[in-house]
């Protein structure tokens, strides 16, 4: 295989690879589901202590054998319970060394799944010192396949090389069910107008189920990263960035900008349900990032100061024609002075320069007739 010109392989693109990450958290109907069992582990105190005495007991035996066999007389042979005695202490020192594996300990906030040569038995999640079945895993095996962990461990890659240890190391069997904080990278996307944006979201998350976070997915962090990632495109792509750019033009349309709460609702519900299959519930999922993508951000913000002007000239205007609406009628009330249609025109022309100009009016004075 030559690997010369090739790209290395990132670690997202392995991911996409595997026929679990895949699918963007879609589930298919008849496969089965793994469920979580609880189990009740064994006192870690009891079984040292009932080891202990054991251990006693061996030593005590051994002494005893060795102190026999020294204790014959030379030219003798020894009585052949003593070499029994020392062979069975050795053998049972051999022995008594296997059970020590099976002790283990679990910090609040952690789980131990028991798995048997391959069968899942259940689930530790009390905290404390505990003893079980030494025979029981303490890493899963990698479901990688040699070609994939071979294309990676060649990669120039650093991630892409600690990627392939991880998976040759398996995942370990003791779960953190902590609440977790996965900070995501910032994306470019298009919105539903087509408009390039940044984007990024910050996910709050812990595993319920341990089952089906070890025996569903290969890699349950890397697949919460990656579906984040999936929801995240696909909410973007359905919202407009803002209301300037909603073609129906509807004030209750929700927009990305304009509606963060209802945005990170819909993203928060994408995001369960396609984590569901891996046994992990989303807590929070918040927007952290928004903004145009570099190459349009300069245009769209003058196109967000011309809607601005424009929307301020509209209130100055209609707040002029209202003051002028005003004064006419009051003089024409008051009776103090009477207008003719003409002049009435006049007037309201002035006013409106006056209120709608932007430099500072300059009153003339008109010491003769009105007419």
Partial sequence: ????????????????????????????????????????????????AILAVLLVVIVGLFIWSVAGMASTPDGMDAPAVYGWGLGASLFAVCLWSIPLSGFFSLQPGQARVCILFGKYVGTVRDEGFFWANPFYSKRMGSSADIGEMLELEMSDSKAAKAAAQKAAKGNPTTISTRVRTLNGERLKVNDKMGNPIEIATVVVWHVADTAKALFDVDDYQSYVAMQAETALRHVASVYAYDHLEDESDDSGTITLRANVEEVSEALRRELAMRLAPAGVEVDDARLTHLAYSPEIAQAMLRRQQAEAVIAARKKIVEGAVSMVDMAVKEMAAGGTIELDDERRAQMASNLMVVLCGESEAHPVLNAGSLY
């Fill in 1 to 48: 295989m030559d690997c010369s010109g090739t790209r290395p392989l990132p670690i997202a693109t392995w991911g996409r690879r595997r026929g679990r990450h895949a699918n963007a958290g879609a589930v298919v109907k008849g496969t089965h589901m793994s469920v979580e069992k609880q189990l009740k582990a064994k006192s870690g105190y009891s079984m040292l």
